[in-house]
T-cell receptor, first 116, second 115 residues
Framework: GAVVSQHPSRVICKSGTSVKIECRSL??????MFWYRQFPKKSLMLMATSNEGSKATYEQGVEKDKFLINHASLTLSTLTVTSAHPEDSSFYIC????????????FGPGTRLLVL | AQSVTQPDIHITVSEGASLELRCNYS??????LFWYVQSPGQGLQLLLKYFSGDTLVQGIKGFEAEFKRSQSSFNLRKPSVHWSDAAEYFCAVGVPSGGSYIPTFGRGTSLIVHP
């Protein structure tokens, strides 16, 4: 089956620094990738949808200057948390939609971010 | 906008017992329906999905789900639970749009399995 990877799986950073999380589709081309945030014991909250080669579409309430998303190729999307603060600590999950199978989404294993 | 409700926050079952996790959705037509499982600290794994056709859907790991239009439900079932099934389960709905969709997730149901 289709595989989506995320790197790093876990990151600890100091408050005020920026953190980049990568999401890769390993064996398929993903025209659309999604970024989710998951709080403990909570559901997934869609942050933004990114389409290859165009600007990401952010959900209401998500700061686009805070969470920078780049989808430069059909296999890579990045989420950069800029000037991270402790309240940004969370589990971030990406998913990718197969270009050839537009309905099915494949999820990455997630990235645990802890901001001190 | 579509929404999905998982009324049970926690479900506790004994190993070997049957399982049913509830999911109800709100949408004017038939959406795409999904069940995902998430083990602690992990991403989501697709268990099964319903797009159209047969309302009883078979998935991986012995799970099945039945779409009931009259009840706007898509409950997940398993006849005999294994200890390894302990995890968080998410129901998701997606509204079809131009051959694609954006899913909305329920809040999840935590499954606890007693030996």
């Amino acid at each position: 089956g289709a595989v989506v990877s995320q790197h790093p799986s876990r990151v600890i950073c100091k408050s005020g620094t920026s953190v980049k999380i990568e999401c890769r589709s390993l064996d398929f081309q993903a025209t659309t990738m999604f970024w989710y945030r998951q709080f403990p014991k909570k559901s997934l909250m869609l942050m933004a949808t990114s389409n290859e080669g165009s600007k990401a579409t952010y959900e209401q309430g998500v700061e686009k200057d805070k969470f920078l998303i780049n989808h430069a190729s059909l296999t890579l999307s990045t989420l950069t948390v800029t000037s991270a603060h402790p309240e940004d600590s969370s589990f971030y999950i990406c998913s990718a939609r197969d270009r050839g199978r537009t309905v099915t989404q494949y999820f990455g294993p997630g990235t645990r971010l802890l901001v001190l | 906008a579509q929404s999905v409700t998982q009324p049970d926050i926690h479900i506790t079952v004994s190993e070997g017992a049957s399982l049913e996790l509830r999911c109800n959705y709100s949408y004017g037509a038939t959406p795409y329906l999904f069940w995902y499982v998430q083990s602690p600290g992990q991403g989501l794994q697709l268990l099964l999905k319903y797009f159209s056709g047969d309302t009883l859907v078979q998935g991986i790991k012995g799970f099945e789900a039945e779409f009931k239009r009259s009840q706007s439900s898509f409950n997940l079932r398993k006849p005999s639970v294994h200890w390894s099934d302990a995890a968080e389960y998410f129901c998701a709905v997606g509204v079809p749009s131009g051959g694609s969709y954006i899913p909305t997730f329920g809040r999840g149901t935590s499954l606890i399995v007693h030996p």
